[in-house]
């Protein structure tokens, strides 16, 4: 996992000032390095990395939570956008797994549980051989109609 890579999942929902703020992606980093599968299910480890996001926002941004937007002005971030944040960073954390079986039927099991777009979008990119093909095109219609982006990380 890289900063430049928690910085570009990032980046669209905190903006450029955010996630270029020396020490945000790094503790973003080690909340996603701290991922450790003998003890956290993805549902867990999501709640703990939401916790995580809003210390290190609200360590930046204060008690207004005032996010500076790229285009000019200022936005307040709601922490009921905790989640989202939280889901596009684990999909850095996704993207480095192992892409072996047991991986593949945590991660499937942790979409159909929680809807997770980056869990969708990890097994539409990394496992599509475990799966059938009717479920691909599933995936390729849901992301459609929900701007869900189907590509890998940027290099």
Request: net charge negative; no cysteine.
């Amino acid at each position: 996992m890289e900063l430049r890579q928690i910085r570009s999942a990032l980046r669209l929902r905190l903006g450029s000032a955010v996630v270029n703020d020396p020490g945000f992606a790094e503790a973003v980093l080690r909340s996603l390095n701290s991922y450790a599968s003998y003890r956290d299910t993805f549902s867990s480890f999501s709640l703990r990395l939401q916790d995580d996001l809003f210390n290190a926002l609200y360590d930046r941004l204060g008690a207004g939570m005032a996010l500076p937007l790229d285009q000019g002005g200022f936005r307040r971030f709601k922490t009921s956008e905790l989640p989202d944040a939280a889901d596009d960073a684990i999909f850095v954390l996704f993207a480095s797994l192992p892409r072996v079986p047991a991986q593949f039927e945590r991660l499937h099991a942790y979409w159909m549980e929680s809807g997770s777009p980056s869990a969708m979008r990890a097994l539409y990119l990394y496992y599509p051989h475990f799966m059938p093909e009717a479920e691909l095109s599933l995936m390729e219609s849901i992301a459609r109609e929900n701007g869900i982006p189907l590509t890998d990380l940027p290099d």
